[in-house]
């Protein structure tokens, strides 16, 4: 992962003091003096800055990285305001977190650029922070944030302590060769124990205790000192402006007017309004539109220069063609493109329908908006008898594809039939006319209805990850237990200090991907977190388990799953579909099936007496508006042979709360 | 519609009012004056021809079937319905009768029905109303609270009798209700209406209470059997939100019957009155000797009727004011402001609504559908005389595939409920409504 040219420097060797120098500059759109001025982060018209007054010396790109609320939302606003990047309001909360859901939510889901322009003995810089995103499922966010940068702030919460994610995050950082500086935050908590994080962050990540700042970001306490470290122990980025352009597209983002607006971090060259560029990746040829710097609004400038990091329009209409991880280069002066890295890699799968067949064509424009400015979620179209034209969508993880359905909704007004979430299973074909079908042997899995018959395949696969957990001892024993129940594999068990413990276990993935984070949250009253990465897949007995209503498979229900778990999960499922779905006319058999054999029941029966008893004197206008409400509901419903299930029932179904 | 009652029952979500004193002289005044204005619009005609209607909730009309000339030609029947009308004066009861007679034909045989509760159902007080106009009695739970006379506001005689009584079968389902009235107090009242009503006396009763048991309910019946005339209504208790009962049931303080058992007792009360000679005409209504309450079968043919008194509904066309449409109607609820407006226009309608041709089917469907007799190809005719029932339910589609489950049968006479339809009528209404609607 490593990127040409990146400055080969680690925390602790790191000791060069900035090579100061390059001649005092302002924000040019500021008046002159030593402090910014207020202002909204609203971009101002069309002034342009000049961005040549701040060479590769005075720049410093650097990310925060942090377990899902240790702070990182709330030290970026404090950053943002105490240079006066924005103006100091009790307003700005997760001012880079712009989506409706990231706010409502509290998460980071797509990580956000800002430019601070930051004066420290007499020297401008430039420092560029690209927040990145708290959750596990977006990791992958995080590393190709990182690939842009030089260096990381590691935000450790004082209370919490070492948790999961800040583990996992440190290994990115750690990988990438990144400056690390671990800061410590809220101190002003009442339980804050910031030596015993220290000796944690020395035990896990061998830094030195000195190395750590002690912050309260939400007071802004030694904010300040963060800056200074920044400028100290992050290097500049190693790159000359003297060569030819080379910039990495590191995120992208679809305007409705104005198109794709590259993220992009110059490797080396410059950059401005009217070159001719080629895409590495596509070799398309576009011209450059516009380019400057986020703040974090954009702020179009004359040119961006090697080191530095902005946008980018040029006419790219769609996002696909802002491939992220390209290299973009000068017409005719190509580069050696940038390693890049790998494209993100969907861990679940889920079929989309229109509720209603007449609103596929607005469902696919509004999955087509919302995908360009969300990549990562792959798109095959898709078809089944039952749901009509879809498509089968893959996420980074499940709260992923919640997200993406809220967005669906609160942007775009959608509402959709989901199908029950999969994880990409593989199988090794045995059948000659299989093989051919498919062209080869290997073939995956993302639909259960396309799971191969047993007789057809030597060996079924499924995908595992690397579990990390850190948790207080007292919850050790309950914690084994759910992770064998999980039919995961004990790999690794550190004491991190004298009361946290990290565990690393191999999972299969389709045992975490519903409701494990759920279930070790409540058994651990809250205290243990987890983070995953890919480990690759191992063989599995797996089988195709359908839901039959009346004997009607409900194909959103359709899943496969390990042999061992069959039972229990068709039990389950059974149960809560009968709490699910209204009694109606008839008797009806809710079974859990695994090819023709029933492996669960359950009955729902029969309405025998639903007739409102009396029906005069009063006014029927009332009951005449429940009975049409109730007939527009019926238009909404799902029919599984002659069987109602109400739009929701199987999402209510498949959210299971606690496992039985 | 006489809006006062004595005290609030707890399962009751009317639109009542417990006062301590009634002006009911002015009261009476506006009833008649807004009956009087209301016939009128309705140009229910003065001259003979037929039956009648009335008021008091409602009062419908028989309507000349020609669509050439459709003006309703006489009063075929008068409710007074409440509150508890039976506390009213039965002077009052008169006054509006005389108000009726004067804007209207109302022919000397038309059903004039009193709900009366057995809290204000003496022989002298039923004698009374007899004597005013009133030519059948409805008593039961079902009738809302008591009276608001500000004289007489004696407390209820102890329980005496031991024998299972009428309506609620026992006091401690009648204190469960709010009642008023003991067990003993409504046997009384029921034989002193059958003493003056004789074949003209409805009961109501209630099943479904928390906590009863099949077997507390088949006595009840038993006994109720043992007491009423030709007549006899059955609810299954609705929870209303906004009543005392739901707030104890909802919150967690009295069990909910299971959907079994209420089948069970609708099931058993259909065999034993069935056995009993009476014909099940309506979901909850039962008679024999031909004594159907004309009023109500109006209503659920969806005929026309005006609603005089506060909150009170109707459905007629205007033709007085050169409406030409079916209107649904009410008047204000509160009765002050109620008898404000009668003084100043002359009535107290709050809200007019035109019901288009759909939604008058709808309607046509969702009532008629409740009776035994369904909804006849006339009468269905006569609010869509260019599509058939057959055209609507007779081709592929839902309604069909209920006739072939044997939940609703579409014949030479019409299309209706079959009776193990007819308890399931609300799974099938919104099936019907949505080929209603695609027609």
């Not at chain 1, 089988?543 to 778990?565: A, F, Q, R």
């Not at chain 2, 102890?158 to 008023?180: F, I, K, M, V």
């Not at chain 2, 559908?369 to 081709?395: K, N, Y």
């Amino acid at each position: 992962m490593a990127l040409a040219g990146r400055t080969a420097a680690w925390w602790a060797r790191l000791r060069s003091p900035c090579p100061a120098a390059a001649p005092l500059c302002l924000p040019p759109w500021l008046p002159a003096g030593p402090v910014a001025c207020e202002r909204l982060y609203s971009s101002r018209g069309k002034e342009k800055l000049d961005m040549l007054t701040y060479p590769v010396e005075s720049i410093r790109n650097f990310s925060i990285i942090a377990h899902v609320d240790h702070g990182k939302s709330t030290l970026a606003d404090r950053l943002l305001e105490i240079t006066g990047t924005i103006a100091k309001t009790d307003r700005n909360k997760q001012v880079l977190d712009k989506l409706q859901v990231e706010r409502e939510r509290g998460i980071t889901v797509k990580a956000q650029s800002a430019s601070i322009f930051y004066n420290h003995e007499g020297v401008n810089y430039l420092l560029n922070l690209i927040d990145t995103p708290g959750h596990v499922d977006f990791s992958y966010e995080v590393s190709r944030s990182l690939s842009a940068c030089q260096g990381v702030i590691l935000v450790v919460d004082a209370n919490e302590g070492i948790q999961a994610q800040t583990v996992a995050n440190f290994y990115l950082a750690f990988e990438a060769q990144l400056a690390i500086i671990p800061v410590i935050n809220k101190i002003d908590l009442k339980n804050a124990d910031p030596e015993r994080v220290e000796k944690q962050i020395e035990k896990l990540f061998d830094i030195p205790i000195d190395e750590c700042v002690r912050i309260s970001a939400k007071q802004g306490t030694n904010v300040e000192k963060v800056l200074q470290k920044v400028i100290e122990k992050i290097p500049p980025p190693q790159c000359n402006t003297a060569d030819p352009l080379k910039a990495l597209v590191f995120d992208s983002t679809f305007d409705h007017y104005r198109g794709v607006i590259a993220n992009i971090a110059l490797f080396g060259g410059e950059i401005e309004k009217g070159h001719k560029i080629v895409s590495a990746h596509t070799k398309k040829r576009y011209e450059v539109n516009e380019v400057g710097i986020l703040t974090p609004n954009e702020q179009p400038t004359h040119k961006l220069y090697a080191g530095q990091v902005g946008y980018l329009i040029a006419g790219m209409k769609e996002v696909t063609e802002a491939q992220i991880g390209d290299t973009l280069f000068l017409y005719k002066q190509p580069v050696e493109p940038l390693p890049g890295f790998k494209s993100a890699k969907p861990m679940v799968f889920a079929g989309m329908y229109p509720v209603d067949q007449t609103e596929y064509n607005n469902l696919k424009s509004a999955l087509e908006r919302l995908t360009l400015n969300d990549s990562s979620v792959t798109v095959h179209r898709d078809s089944s008898l039952a749901l009509g034209a879809g498509w089968r969508l893959g996420f980074l993880g499940l709260l992923h594809m919640e997200v993406f359905n809220q967005r669906l909704e609160q942007e775009y007004n959608m509402s959709v039939i989901l199908t029950a979430p999969t994880v990409p299973y593989k199988a090794i074909l045995s059948s000659a006319k299989l093989i051919k079908e498919y062209g080869k042997a290997e073939i995956t899995i993302i639909n259960p209805a396309q799971f191969p018959d047993k007789l057809s395949v030597s060996e079924y696969l499924e995908p595992t990850v690397l579990g990390t957990i850190v948790t207080p001892h007292e919850y050790i024993g309950k914690i084994i237990a759910l992770c064998q129940d999980r039919r995961a594999v004990q790999k690794d068990m550190l004491y991190i200090d004298e009361h946290r413990v990290m565990l690393k276990y191999l999972f299969p993935l389709n045992e975490i991907v519903v409701d494990f984070y759920d279930a070790l949250k409540s058994l651990s009253s809250g205290y243990a977190s987890f983070d995953y990465e890919d480990a690759g897949y191992q063989a599995a007995d797996l089988i195709k388990m359908d839901i039959l209503l009346n004997g009607n498979p409900v194909e959103e229900l359709s899943t496969i799953i390990h042999n061992d778990k069959a039972y229990a999960t068709g039990k389950f499922l059974c149960e809560r579909l009968k709490d699910a779905i209204p009694r109606q006319l008839f008797e009806i058999a809710i079974q859990a099936a695994i090819g023709k054999k029933i492996i669960a029941r359950e009955t729902l029966k029969a309405y025998r007496k639903n007739v409102v008893a009396k029906c005069y004197g009063g006014d029927i206008t009332r009951r005449m508006k429940l009975l049409k409400r109730q007939a527009e509901g019926k238009k909404l419903m799902r029919k599984i042979g002659n069987v109602e299930v109400p739009r929701d029932a199987f999402i209510r179904v498949l959210k299971r709360q606690t496992d039985k | 519609q006489w809006p006062y009652c004595r005290k609030r029952c707890s399962y009751c979500n009317f639109n009542k009012y417990v006062v301590p004193a009634v002006d009911e002289a002015a009261v009476r005044a506006c009833l008649v004056r807004e009956a009087r204005t209301l016939l009128h619009l309705s140009q229910v005609q003065r001259w003979v021809l037929g039956e009648v209607s009335g008021w008091g909730g409602a009062g419908p009309f028989g309507t000349c079937p020609q669509p050439p000339h459709p003006l309703p030609y006489s009063v075929t029947s008068v409710f007074f319905g409440g509150g508890t009308p039976s506390l009213a004066s039965p002077r009052t009861i008169a006054a509006v009768l005389e108000a009726v007679a004067g804007a209207a034909h109302l022919p000397a045989g038309a059903e004039v029905t009193l709900e009366a509760n057995p809290g204000s159902a003496g022989t002298p007080r039923l004698a009374g109303f007899r004597e005013a106009g009133v030519n059948r009695l409805s008593i039961g739970v079902q009738v809302r609270g008591a009276l608001p006379r500000p004289v007489c506001r004696s407390p209820p005689c102890p329980p005496t009798a031991t024998a299972l009584p009428p309506q609620s079968l026992d006091d401690a389902e009648l204190r469960l209700l709010g009642r008023e009235h003991t067990a003993a107090e409504a046997r009384g009242a029921v034989e002193a209406a059958r003493g003056l009503f004789p074949g003209r006396t409805s009961i109501d009763l209630l099943f479904g209470l928390p906590g009863q048991s099949r077997d507390t309910w088949t006595q009840g019946l038993e006994a109720a059997l043992g007491l009423c005339d030709d007549h006899v209504s059955l609810y299954q208790l609705t929870l209303e939100r906004g009543t005392a009962l739901a707030a104890q049931v909802w919150g967690g303080a009295l069990p909910v019957p299971p959907q079994d058992l209420l089948a069970d007792m609708y099931q058993t009360a259909h065999a034993v009155l069935v056995a009993a000679g009476f014909r099940h005409y309506e979901v909850s209504n039962f008679a024999r000797k031909g004594a159907l309450s004309t009023h109500n079968l109006s209503y659920w043919r969806a005929e026309q009727y005006i609603g005089v008194g506060p909150g009170a509904h109707g459905r007629f066309v205007p033709w007085g004011e050169g409406g030409r449409s079916r209107e649904a109607r009410v008047q204000t609820l509160e009765p002050d402001a109620w008898m404000r407006e009668v003084q100043s226009r002359g009535h107290g309608t709050r809200k007019r609504v035109v019901l288009s041709p759909l939604e008058q089917l709808e309607e046509v469907l969702a009532l008629g559908l409740r009776m035994d007799e369904g909804i006849t190809h006339e009468r269905w005719g006569q609010f869509s005389p260019h599509v058939s029932l057959e055209a609507v339910f007779g081709v592929p589609g839902e309604a069909k595939d209920l006739q072939e489950q044997g939940w609703l049968v579409l014949d030479g006479s019409g299309l209706r409920c079959s009776w193990e339809g007819l308890a399931l009528l609300d799974s099938l209404l919104p099936d019907l409504l949505c080929q209603l609607q695609h027609r």
